[in-house]
């Protein structure tokens, strides 16, 4: 019983993660590629068939099975991503009048995410 609960939880938490990252195709700042790499992780504890129909996916299949093998990412998501971190937080940084504390933890924030985009093997 416990093992079917467990399931159950992570098949919903794997759809709620593909829900997000359908809403993030529309919305800039939610990111659709990290949503369904979780999915995946999500759908892997919880079920072989919703696993592999993520992974055959047209669209994103390669992309989370790369991931998933290599830990790799794409030059060219790579690029976009810094681009739209850098541009997003910028405008935050510049343009948002907010509290020193909360500026310095967007910058943070960002160059930890660059970090760790740029550092990842590219496929």
Do not use: D
Request: charged share 10%; aromatic share 14%; proline share 5%.
């Amino acid at each position: 019983m416990l093992n079917s609960s467990r399931n159950i939880l992570f098949l919903i938490l794997g759809w709620i993660c593909i829900a997000l990252a359908v809403v993030g195709i529309f919305l800039p700042l939610l990111p659709t590629t990290p949503f369904l790499i979780l999915a995946a992780f999500l759908f892997s504890k919880g079920s072989k068939r919703l696993h592999e129909w993520l992974l055959n996916q047209k669209t994103f299949g390669p992309i989370i099975r790369n991931w998933e093998e290599n830990g790799a990412i794409a030059p060219r998501a790579k690029v976009i991503s810094t681009l739209m971190i850098i541009s997003l937080f910028s405008y935050t940084l510049i343009f948002v009048e907010v509290q020193l504390w909360i500026k310095i933890l967007v910058l943070f924030t960002g160059i930890s995410v660059l970090t760790f985009i740029l550092t990842r093997p590219n496929y």
